[in-house]
Every structure is written in C-alpha cells, then in structure tokens.
C-alpha cells in the first residue's frame, strides 16, 4: 500500500488475511417420464464450507471476537415440469439454494475496487445467501422456424454487497473511502430472454436474440452491473465450400443504474460484424481459412461493465486459419 506522499513508507497487510476453504458436497438428480410428452425433474444438493482465516486479528479489528473457523451448510432443491404438445413445448420450475459468502465477502481487509474506487472490508458473521427461484419457458419449432421464451425470478434473502462505512479510512491513496460487505433484507432480480431463428433459403439462415434483465434491493434502488436491454441479430449464408456471416448486436441506453456503487449511465450502441470462411482438405487435414471485420463503422462505445467507461475496440480486420486433425 503506496501513502499519497511517496517520501513516506510503504505499508504491508494481507488483503486476504490466509484464508483456507474447504467444500465438499453431494448432489442427486432425477426424472420422471409421466407420459410420452411430459417429464418431471426434480433434485437436490447438500454442500458443507469451512473457512479458516491464519491472522484472524485482521478481522477482529471492525469484528471483534469473530471466530477463526467458520462452518456453513449449505442445502438445495429444484423441481420442474416439462410437456410437449405438437410442435409446442412448455417448462415450469423452482428452486431453493444458499450460498456462503466469497473469501473477499467474508474475510476481505481493505481490498481495492478500482471500478468504484473503495477499499472493502469482509464481515465472516455474514450470514447465507438464501435464493428462491421461479422459472418458465414456452416454445414453437418447426422445419422452418423455431421461437422460444424463458424467464426466470430470483428472491435473495440476505443479498451481500458492499455499503459506505463510516468508521475507518481508506488505505490506498486512489480510494475515495471504505466499505463493508453487508446484508440487505433481501433482493430481487428477474431475467428474460428471447431466442428465434428462421430459415429464408434452403441456404440462408437467420437468427436472433433479446434479453432483458432488471434487479431491486429491498428499498427499490438499482443493484449494480445489470446489463440494459439487449440484442443480437445475424444472417448466415452457407454453400459448399463458402460461408458468409454478418451479424448486428448491441445494447439499448442503461437507465436503470446506481452511482453509488461507481456506475453512470451508459448510452446505446450497435456494433455490425461480418465475415467469410471458406472449408478445403489438405490430404487428411481439414482447414478453414477465414477472413472478417468487427465494428465494421467504428462504434465508439463501452458496455455497462466496463472499467472508467473505457472504450472498447474500433474497426478491426481479422483472419485465422483453423486445422482439424
């Protein structure tokens, strides 16, 4: 740990104070065919984590009297149903998990974020994620086509993430302050997804994708790193020898962000790619020569996890050449 006046000496600390994990767990899984077009899946899982943390007075200084050795059980349960009608398909299911804390949520000391530029402190009294899962899917496929939805809810109780505290300074001269990994009352968090392909040609394919994804914490505020809406939409060519791919994708303005934990609002992009790839034999070796460009109109942009909003990659032209033995 560098002082912001370098004349002054450096400080050593174990960011992980020698933390060691242990895991072990058994798992079944079962189905059930009721019935020619429908099924029932069902299972289960019991996990056992140890924790034993070497300099433990590391912990003791913001968790005074916190033990060395930390034992957690962690169960599991899932369910689902599936039926087939025709052409149609249809999935329901739920599940039940728990989850330890991560060494840096339990035993971290004052480990730099350079994203929202605090020092985190653990907490090993941290009590189990408990998840509460409900999902489902409906789909259409045919020669032709095929279309699928899927969505699922996630309840967390105990949802763990780091809040400003107002004990204690940072130690590391970029940081603008510390937190500590706590609780919330629990979280919620629903996806969705959209996946469709169609095929024009007997040569010429498309596909495409929509997803959606949105997360609260127990007082309504936006969680962190949940990616806007997005798409992706491509069209592959294929004949012989010769293949064609061009593809758009990209995501939508995201709003629903929380300076809190470092983010700002990220505007829209679209990125266009193609490329082409061409399939010869060289005695018993099978090559694929190909050839393409990415952000083919030089998009400046950085996606809603990216470090100081940092651009990515412009236009690039690439090529590769692929054996197969």
């Given at each position: 740990m560098y002082p912001q006046d370098r004349s002054k000496r450096t400080m050593f600390a174990y960011s992980w104070p020698w933390v060691t994990t242990k895991?072990?767990?058994?798992?079944?899984?079962?189905?059930?065919?009721?019935?020619?077009?429908?099924?029932?899946?069902?299972?289960?899982?019991?996990?056992?984590?140890?924790?034993?943390?070497?300099?433990?007075?590391?912990?003791?200084?913001?968790?005074?009297?916190t033990p060395q050795e930390k034992n957690r059980i962690l169960p599991g349960l899932h369910a689902s149903y599936e039926l087939q009608v025709k052409q149609f398909s249809f999935s329901a299911g739920t599940g039940y998990g728990h989850r330890a804390p991560s060494v840096s949520e339990g035993y971290g000391y004052y480990i730099y974020n350079s994203f929202d530029r605090y020092d985190y402190i653990g907490n090993p009294d941290l009590k189990n994620e408990i998840s509460y899962e409900a999902n489902a899917s409906?789909?259409?496929?045919?020669?032709?086509?095929?279309?699928?939805?899927?969505?699922?809810?996630?309840?967390?109780?105990?949802y763990i993430i780091g809040r400003i505290l107002s004990l204690g300074s940072p130690m590391n001269y970029q940081s603008v302050g510390v937190k500590g990994y706590t609780s919330l009352d629990h979280a919620r968090l629903f996806n969705m997804a959209l996946n469709a392909n169609y095929n024009i040609l007997q040569h010429l394919h498309w596909k495409g994708t929509l997803t959606y994804a949105r997360a609260t914490d127990d007082k309504g505020g936006n969680l962190p790193f949940i990616r806007p809406l997005s798409y992706q939409t491509s069209l592959h060519f294929m004949y012989k020898k010769i293949g064609i791919q061009t593809s758009l994708n990209g995501d939508l303005t995201q709003i629903n962000y929380n300076p809190e934990?470092?983010?700002?609002?990220?505007?829209?992009?679209?990125?266009?790619?193609?490329?082409?790839?061409?399939?010869?034999?060289?005695?018993?070796?099978?090559?694929?020569?190909?050839?393409?460009?990415?952000?083919?109109l030089n998009e400046y942009y950085s996606t809603y996890a990216d470090w100081g909003n940092i651009p990515r990659m412009g236009r690039n032209i690439f090529t590769s050449l692929k054996l197969s033995f």
């Open positions: 895991f072990t767990s058994l798992a079944m899984n079962n189905s059930w065919d009721i019935s020619e077009n429908s099924r029932v899946n069902f299972g289960g899982s019991l996990g056992y984590n140890y924790n034993r943390s070497e300099y433990v007075e590391f912990n003791w200084i913001f968790h005074p009297g409906a789909g259409f496929k045919n020669e032709k086509m095929a279309i699928e939805a899927k969505v699922n809810y996630f309840y967390i109780q105990n934990y470092g983010e700002d609002q990220t505007p829209a992009y679209m990125i266009w790619n193609i490329s082409a790839n061409y399939s010869f034999n060289i005695k018993n070796c099978k090559t694929v020569l190909q050839v393409g460009a990415e952000n083919l």
